[in-house]
């Protein structure tokens, strides 16, 4: 059953990440198109506050602009969307077979493929370098103060700013090694996470959803082959 995105887990251990979960993966049960969590603007201003990208005085600023114009709406939308798809070309060429790369789940001709996550990064420079030159720095009167760089100053724009922003920041800061995929090809969802285990063994999104699922599929699958061995 699809999640509605005020019920979305965010498991991915990185806001960035967290996007790219916003799409289901893999092919749906259904046969029908895969589910988008941000399906319009509004469930994007309620992920993007719940994932503590935005304040909620922030929400409700890009909001009202938003719906003054709802053509910036669909713009912003459009760019998150964007930023978030490319982001899931490069994450997934960095991710070993092991580890539930692109070798080991059958998935869309462009994964793992160098070339389409070379041209993804481009893209993503490009959405981040708009990012940058709406940002502005801003005197932090702390105890030292500091200057920040701070991303969103335009409300039309905030959001995908901000979004631009967090997949700059796992791409250069994350440690790429430790990034998985839920393995599609097990019975998981393939959603994209940190793995923050001590010994680096996480398999599963959550445990308590994909991994005892897949867990039972197994089960069932032994006991009727029990049960065609059996005279």
């Known amino acids: 059953m699809s999640l509605d995105v005020g019920q979305l887990p965010l498991v991915g251990g990185h806001p960035a990440l967290d996007l790219v979960n916003t799409l289901e993966r893999g092919v749906p049960l259904d046969g029908g198109p895969?589910?988008?969590?941000?399906?319009?603007?509004?469930?994007?201003?309620?992920?993007?506050?719940?994932?503590?990208?935005?304040?909620?005085?922030?929400?409700?600023?890009?909001?009202?602009?938003?719906?003054?114009?709802?053509?910036?709406?669909?713009?912003?939308?459009?760019?998150?969307?964007?930023?978030?798809?490319?982001?899931?070309?490069v994450v997934l060429a960095t991710i070993r077979p092991a580890d539930g790369g692109p070798a080991g789940d059958a998935g869309g001709p462009a994964e793992g493929d160098p070339i389409v996550a070379g041209a993804a990064l481009v893209a993503l420079h490009e959405r981040w370098a708009g990012a940058a030159a709406r940002a502005a720095l801003v005197l932090d009167r702390g105890d030292p103060p500091q200057v920040r760089l701070t991303y969103g100053a335009i409300p039309a724009m905030l959001i995908p700013d901000r979004v631009a922003e967090a997949a700059l920041d796992v791409l250069r800061t994350a440690d790429l090694t430790r990034i998985r995929r839920c393995p599609l090809r097990e019975g998981g969802c393939?959603?994209?996470?940190?793995?923050?285990?001590?010994?680096?063994?996480?398999?599963?999104?959550?445990?308590?959803?994909?991994?005892?699922?897949?867990?039972?599929?197994?089960?069932?699958?032994?006991?009727?082959?029990?049960r065609g061995d059996t005279p």
């Open 190 to 226: 393939g959603w994209l996470f940190l793995d923050q285990s001590r010994n680096g063994s996480r398999r599963w999104c959550r445990m308590a959803d994909c991994g005892n699922t897949a867990k039972a599929r197994r089960l069932t699958e032994r006991r009727r082959a029990a």
């Open 34 to 89: 895969p589910h988008d969590s941000l399906s319009d603007a509004s469930a994007l201003l309620r992920w993007a506050a719940r994932a503590d990208l935005i304040s909620d005085a922030e929400r409700d600023r890009a909001g009202r602009v938003w719906r003054d114009d709802p053509a910036s709406a669909q713009a912003g939308l459009a760019a998150v969307r964007d930023i978030r798809e490319g982001l899931h070309v």
